[in-house]
């Protein structure tokens, strides 16, 4: 049982990119989803969180208005629709499944990590 992302990549500043996140197990729709990443010497950080029903999202500050987190339960996958991209996102990106019926940042809550895919914003 795990997570897959796909959809990084190389571009420029102001470009966008969607990223999408597919389970292998069962019950993803039971979940609420997280989509997190890392930049080379940084800690793992919050970017997004959807609802179990895709009715409800969080977001960091340094996304908000940009980044816009979706899911479709039928297909298991979760998406990440990123735009005005900035060289600041560039970072390895991960998801995860939410443990916990509230939206939260907190690592701690969150399983089943993907291995990842990189997204690389140029100036």
């Known amino acids: 049982v795990h997570m897959v992302e796909s959809g990084g990549g190389v571009v420029q500043a102001g470009d966008s990119l969607t990223l999408s996140c597919t389970f292998s197990?069962?019950?993803?729709?039971?979940?609420?989803m997280g989509w997190f990443r890392q930049a080379p010497g940084k800690e793992r950080e919050f970017v997004a969180t959807i609802s179990r029903s895709g009715g409800a999202a969080n977001y960091s500050d340094s996304v908000k208005g940009r980044f816009t987190v979706s899911r479709d339960n039928d297909k298991n996958t979760a998406y990440l629709q990123m735009t005005n991209l900035k060289p600041e996102d560039t970072a390895l990106y991960s998801c995860?499944?939410?443990?916990?019926?509230?939206?939260?940042?907190?690592?701690?809550?969150?399983?089943?990590w993907g291995q990842g895919t990189q997204v690389t914003v140029s100036s």
């Open positions: 995860a499944l939410r443990t916990v019926p509230i939206g939260t940042s907190a690592l701690r809550f969150y399983k089943y």
């Open positions: 197990g069962r019950h993803f729709r039971a979940y609420g």
